[in-house]
């Protein structure tokens, strides 16, 4: 009786480690996100109010519609994630007449706002599901979250060579 009592206490211990990692997941998701947002807002806050609207070169987007682009991307992929309908239509926030710095902060905001309350809603079972991009692309709703955080990262990324440019300084990676 005795033996048993340990094997009983150690499946309990693994069932309910089993259990806490069922939402880790969706959970490291958003951490991820949390920190996306963090990080890009410290990008918006070190451009220069008067910079929103510099252009690396002539045939690019400007910081502000990198920025506005990237909000356009994380409302649509993020709708069609999960389901839930984007309160911005496809291309809007980019389309914005309203480049400066205060609006474009507001906007990026609460595009990074839908996207980690659309991950909430989520369970780790629906990452698995599938889900159509762009009327063309097939693959799970956990491989479109990673697109879309590749696709933010970049954009970002790119905004880097913008603040540089203009004479400031990005700030330092935010990996963890």
Same mark, same amino acid.
């Given at each position: 009786? $005795? ?23 969706? /959970?490291?998701?958003?951490? /991820? ?5 963090? @990080?890009?807002?410290? @990008?918006?806050? +070190? ?11 002539? #045939?690019?987007?400007?910081? =502000?519609? %990198?920025?506005?682009?990237?909000? /356009? ?5 993020? =709708?069609?994630?999960?389901?839930? #309908?984007?309160?911005? !239509? ?11 710095? #205060?609006?474009?902060?507001?906007? +990026?905001? =609460?595009? @990074? /706002? ?6 909430? =809603?989520? *369970?780790? &079972? %629906?990452?698995? &599901? %599938? ?10 709703? !956990? $491989? ?13 990324? %790119? ?6 440019? +203009?004479?400031?300084?990005?700030? *330092? #990676?935010?990996?963890?």
């Amino acid at each position: 009786m $005795q033996l048993k009592t340990p094997i009983i206490a150690l499946l309990i211990l693994l069932g309910c480690s089993f259990i806490s990692n069922a939402q880790s997941q969706i /959970d490291n998701l958003v951490q /991820d996100w949390e920190r996306a947002k963090a @990080y890009s807002l410290e @990008y918006l806050e +070190v451009m220069p109010a008067d910079k929103f609207n510099f252009k690396a070169t002539p #045939e690019v987007r400007s910081f =502000a519609e %990198q920025m506005l682009h990237l909000t /356009d991307a994380n409302y649509g992929f993020t =709708a069609t994630v999960t389901g839930i #309908e984007s309160p911005v !239509g496809m291309g809007e926030s980019e389309k914005s007449t309203d480049t400066s710095k #205060e609006n474009v902060t507001k906007l +990026v905001t =609460a595009g @990074y /706002d839908f996207v980690i309350s659309g991950l909430k =809603a989520l *369970n780790d &079972e %629906q990452l698995s &599901e %599938q889900v159509t991009l762009f009327g063309r692309f097939e693959l799970t709703k !956990g $491989q479109a979250l990673s697109k879309l955080f590749e696709h933010q990262t970049h954009h970002r990324g %790119q905004t880097t060579i913008y603040i540089r440019l +203009v004479g400031a300084t990005p700030p *330092n #990676e935010k990996l963890f």
